[in-house]
């Protein structure tokens, strides 16, 4: 099955330490998107790439977040200086071209103590 | 912005009883709806999409409805299982942006 990968499933840091997350799209998608998911909430968008170009990020976005996708490709999502509030499911989900259906990978939950 | 809504936030049926889940937005320039279905500490597996000018979609015992004007859509779930306990959440597309309701959890008890 070649669906969308995440790495790491779980990460457990320390409040100051920096994490990075990377999510493999399914082939041939060209759009990539990063959720993320507190408990009974629904997803809230991060941010979302075509092919290597990041075209949009939320104003939940702050600066200690950011986001890659260098060759249109994976892509990694770090956060530095973590803090305890972006404990949190990171969810992806990539687009094949010319259609709006999501399709998510089973997301990275950190945990920040 | 476009708001998604779920009601109810929660739902408990006995197994084997039909049900109903709601999806309501408040922008109805939409391109398409999906619902998708979430275990605990899972990703989302979709379940149904359905295109703006479509009125419903049907896969097995799930049928989708969406009534763009009024910015409503339904999950019906027949004869419902125990394995069709999860959360169930539905998805809005307005150009490259999709926004999320936040899911009805549904218990079936056996």
């Known amino acids: 099955d070649t669906g969308v990968s995440q790495n790491p499933r779980h990460k457990i840091t320390k409040r100051g330490q920096n994490v990075t997350f990377r999510c493999d799209p399914i082939?041939?998608?060209?759009?990539l998107y990063w959720y993320r998911q507190t408990l009974g909430q629904g997803p809230e968008f991060l941010t979302y790439?075509?092919?290597?170009?990041?075209?949009?990020k939320s104003r939940l976005l702050s600066d200690r977040f950011s986001a890659e996708r260098p060759k249109g490709s994976f892509s990694t999502l770090e956060i530095q200086r973590t803090e305890q509030g972006d404990s949190a499911m990171y969810l992806c989900?990539?687009?094949?071209?010319?259609?709006?259906?999501?399709?998510f990978g089973a997301g990275t939950r950190l945990s920040v103590l | 912005k476009q708001e998604v809504t779920q009601i109810p936030a929660a739902l408990s049926v006995p197994e084997g009883e039909n049900l109903v889940l709601n999806c309501s937005f408040t922008?109805?320039?939409?391109?398409?709806l999906q619902w998708f279905r979430q275990d605990p500490g899972k990703g989302l597996t979709s379940l149904l999409l359905?295109?703006?000018?479509?009125r419903e979609q049907t896969s097995g015992r799930l049928n989708a409805s969406l009534d763009k004007s009024s910015g409503r859509s339904t999950l019906y779930i027949a004869a419902s299982q125990p394995g069709d306990s999860a959360t169930y959440l539905c998805?809005?597309?307005?150009?490259?942006?999709?926004?999320f309701g936040t899911g009805t959890s549904l218990t079936v008890i056996p």
């Open positions: 989900a990539s687009i094949p071209p010319g259609k709006n259906i999501q399709y």
């Open positions: 082939s041939e998608h060209n759009r």
């Open positions: 790439f075509q092919n290597e170009a990041q075209l949009e």
């Open positions: 922008d109805s320039a939409i391109y398409n």
């Open positions: 359905i295109q703006s000018s479509q």
């Open positions: 998805a809005v597309s307005s150009g490259n942006q999709f926004y």
